[in-house]
């Protein structure tokens, strides 16, 4: 008898553990914090949030976001490396910051210059291709939940107006911290500034670069455009983003909330989105740069834009080295699929 009052009483002691545990495990609170160098009051801060209210909302609480947006938490190549570490939860960056931050140079094919015609091509070639890059990710401690855009670059410049590759010839422009702007600017004869962007515009403003290739909202919304004097549409590299989740993270969190901070089903829509409402709005603040900022804005005529097509071959003999034969093949017959149809 006493030894089956003892077992209860350890049936019990277990039992109310398990109450205690499950009660624990179901009112834990995940803090998401996301950063990014993206302005805030922007569409990228707009699509973002549809992305992480969507979380908040149906995890009931369990999962509670917050954005860190401006480089509020530093430039782009250190928060993904936090990112990869665990130290911070995720991120919104573009690919060249990823590709340097995790040595993941497959990453950079994107950003070759002239490698896309449209917005829809740039979208089924990435979008075809999500799966590969995504298991490239995760080998780096990274979860990829979705593409995001930037847009076409175009150039800025507080010294002149530039118009074709002979007029980057000796001007220091503000270059990305990646192998494929380094070479997209020496190519072009001009001398490559890697420079983080939150301290782009001190750069620009100090004359430490005599200019840069930005989006045009991006260029309006950091401010860069107010210190140059020309703005000249060269449409010159489709610059693609990710948001990505750190795989450490998504590790301490349970099967059903794992589930919903991936929300494969919802991608697309996501996707779509994020992309539409940032196009629309850089097209609409690429008409009124001039107008609003006294900066000259020059539209490339397709021989201009053929002149710098021609100039920048020589990057991708130095950058299909780096990226490797095999992701530059896979790219290539996306875009030769997509052509065909």
């Excluded at 896309?116 to 890059?133: H, R």
């Excluded at 990710?242 to 998504?250: G, L, Y």
Aim: hydrophobic fraction near 40%.
């Amino acid at each position: 008898m006493k030894n089956l009052h003892l077992c209860l009483l350890r049936f019990i002691v277990i039992f109310a553990h398990c109450q205690l545990l499950i009660a624990y495990c179901s009112a834990q609170e995940y803090k998401l914090r996301l950063g990014s160098v993206v302005p805030q009051d922007s569409p990228w801060e707009k699509s973002l949030k549809e992305y992480t209210s969507f979380v908040d909302q149906k995890s009931g609480g369990k999962i509670k976001t917050r954005m860190y947006l401006g480089g509020q938490l530093g430039g782009e190549v250190e928060m993904v490396k936090s990112v990869a570490l665990g130290t911070l939860e995720a991120g919104a960056f573009s690919n060249a910051a990823i590709a340097e931050a995790l040595n993941i140079p497959e990453l950079q094919a994107f950003e070759l210059p002239f490698l896309f015609n449209s917005d829809e091509e740039a979208d089924a070639v990435m979008d075809a291709l999500f799966n590969y890059y995504s298991e490239i990710l995760a080998k780096k401690g990274v979860i990829l939940i979705q593409w995001g855009t930037n847009g076409w670059r175009n150039f800025g410049c507080k010294k002149t107006t530039i118009t074709k590759p002979a007029d980057m010839k000796g001007l220091k422009m503000r270059s990305q911290e990646a192998d494929v702007y380094v070479n997209l600017y020496k190519a072009l004869g001009a001398t490559p500034v890697p420079i983080q962007t939150p301290e782009v515009l001190v750069a620009l403003k100090t004359g430490m670069v005599d200019g840069f290739d930005q989006t045009p909202i991006f260029s309006v919304s950091t401010g860069w455009v107010t210190t140059v004097k020309s703005y000249s549409v060269t449409r010159h590299i489709y610059q693609p983003g990710a948001v990505i989740v750190s795989k450490k993270f998504m590790d301490k969190l349970p099967a059903d909330m794992k589930s919903l901070v991936l929300s494969p089903d919802k991608r697309p829509e996501f996707t779509k989105k994020s992309r539409s409402v940032v196009r629309t709005e850089d097209s609409e603040v690429l008409s009124t740069i001039e107008t609003n900022f006294g900066t000259k804005v020059i539209h490339l005529t397709d021989a201009q834009r053929a002149e710098f097509i021609k100039a920048v071959q020589p990057v991708y003999a130095v950058m299909e080295k780096i990226i490797g034969v095999k992701t530059m093949q896979m790219v290539r017959q996306e875009i030769e699929k997509y052509r065909k149809k």
